[in-house]
């Protein structure tokens, strides 16, 4: 039985059809489905029911799935171990924030990649919350305050940021100079999330409210440059903005305390080595970060 076979038919179980699959795997969908053909025939019954929305699992597949996804992990596993020590093989499939994947996580994907010339590296940059299981990734990088969720969470290190305005929305609506003023204030977000900030050693939460809302930071920054409102953004974001003076820090007797980058995996898993090795090689990249910043005015830190 064709390892790449049993793996084609739990991409495209998990992907929904062929289609979606071919694009996660890079290939045509004429081979899938060649694969899934084969896989068929060679176990006698048919895995898959294919209708014009795509394919769902029949009662066969539905058992030989889990299987089959066990299979093909424990193969993988089998391969790094009789590798060269230290060696990466298969295919390492990565959620990434567009915000930062770009500029603070690609380069550790590609070191990655460097350091194992076998493996395959496939990162999909998006800020939205992916399903993991049903989109097929190993893994997925998250940033800012973790929401509660079943997912397995690692944090590799801290997020600075602050509250910052353009300075024509200060001269126009003031700034807030404590959080329970924020109610008063058009706050620029990306869902419907809360906001936290440090008295000392209190944690203050605050729920704002803002008609501006978009998935990603750079499209927040886009707004609170045309003084559209306030937010909350890391540092990383908002350092260039902040020295040039198109932005301006606010209401910084409360800071915001650190949030955190995070590897996030499904439940139910040992990580595999590449989820560990990658996890270990952002830590790395975090404390560097933090350790270059010492003395600054400003810290980032991804």
Same mark, same amino acid.
């Given at each position: 039985?064709?390892?790449?076979?049993?793996?084609?038919?739990?991409? $495209? @179980?998990?992907?929904?059809?062929?289609?979606?699959?071919? %694009?996660? =795997?890079?290939? #045509?969908?004429? !081979?899938?489905? +060649?694969?899934?053909?084969?896989?068929?025939?060679?176990?006698?019954?048919?895995?898959?029911?294919?209708?014009?929305?795509?394919?769902?699992?029949?009662?066969?597949?539905?058992?030989?799935?889990?299987?089959?996804?066990?299979?093909?992990?424990?193969?993988?596993?089998?391969?790094?171990?009789?590798?060269?020590?230290?060696?990466?093989?298969?295919?390492?499939?990565?959620?990434?924030?567009?915000?930062?994947?770009?500029?603070?996580?690609?380069?550790?994907?590609?070191?990655?990649?460097?350091?194992?010339?076998?493996?395959?590296?496939?990162?999909?940059?998006?800020?939205?919350?992916?399903?993991? $299981? @049903?989109?097929?990734?190993?893994?997925?990088?998250?940033? %800012?305050? =973790?929401?509660? #969720?079943?997912? !397995?969470?690692? +944090?590799?290190?801290?997020?600075?940021?602050?509250?910052?305005?353009?300075?024509?929305?200060?001269?126009?609506?003031?700034?807030?100079?404590?959080?329970?003023?924020?109610?008063?204030?058009?706050?620029?977000?990306?869902?419907?999330?809360?906001?936290?900030?440090?008295?000392?050693?209190?944690?203050?939460?605050?729920?704002?409210?803002?008609?501006?809302?978009?998935?990603?930071?750079?499209?927040?920054?886009?707004?609170?440059?045309?003084?559209?409102?306030?937010?909350?953004?890391?540092?990383?974001?908002?350092?260039?903005?902040?020295?040039?003076?198109?932005?301006?820090?606010?209401?910084?007797?409360?800071?915001?305390?650190?949030?955190?980058?995070?590897?996030? %995996?499904?439940?139910?898993?040992?990580?595999?080595?590449?989820? +560990?090795?990658?996890?270990?090689?952002?830590?790395?990249?975090?404390?560097?970060?933090?350790?270059?910043?010492?003395?600054?005015?400003?810290?980032?830190?991804?």
């Amino acid at each position: 039985m064709d390892i790449k076979e049993l793996q084609t038919f739990v991409d $495209v @179980a998990d992907a929904g059809g062929v289609s979606p699959a071919a %694009r996660r =795997l890079g290939i #045509s969908k004429s !081979i899938v489905s +060649r694969r899934l053909l084969r896989l068929e025939a060679e176990l006698g019954v048919q895995l898959l029911a294919r209708t014009t929305r795509g394919a769902a699992l029949t009662e066969a597949g539905a058992i030989f799935r889990d299987y089959a996804a066990r299979a093909c992990a424990e193969i993988d596993t089998a391969r790094e171990t009789i590798l060269p020590s230290g060696e990466l093989c298969g295919r390492l499939r990565i959620a990434v924030p567009i915000s930062f994947g770009t500029t603070h996580l690609a380069p550790v994907l590609a070191q990655m990649a460097r350091l194992h010339p076998q493996l395959h590296v496939h990162a999909s940059y998006s800020d939205r919350f992916v399903d993991m $299981v @049903a989109e097929g990734f190993d893994c997925a990088i998250r940033i %800012r305050y =973790l929401q509660d #969720s079943d997912l !397995i969470a690692r +944090r590799v290190g801290p997020i600075y940021g602050k509250l910052v305005a353009s300075p024509d929305y200060i001269r126009a609506h003031g700034a807030p100079e404590a959080p329970d003023a924020l109610i008063e204030h058009q706050a620029l977000m990306q869902g419907g999330e809360a906001w936290q900030f440090l008295d000392g050693e209190k944690i203050i939460t605050v729920h704002p409210q803002g008609r501006f809302k978009a998935d990603n930071a750079t499209a927040l920054v886009a707004a609170a440059l045309e003084g559209v409102g306030v937010a909350w953004l890391p540092d990383a974001v908002t350092n260039p903005y902040v020295a040039s003076g198109a932005l301006v820090p606010i209401m910084t007797r409360f800071p915001p305390p650190p949030a955190g980058a995070y590897v996030i %995996r499904p439940p139910g898993r040992h990580p595999s080595r590449k989820v +560990r090795v990658l996890t270990e090689l952002l830590i790395a990249c975090c404390e560097n970060i933090e350790a270059s910043s010492v003395g600054q005015a400003v810290k980032i830190n991804t």
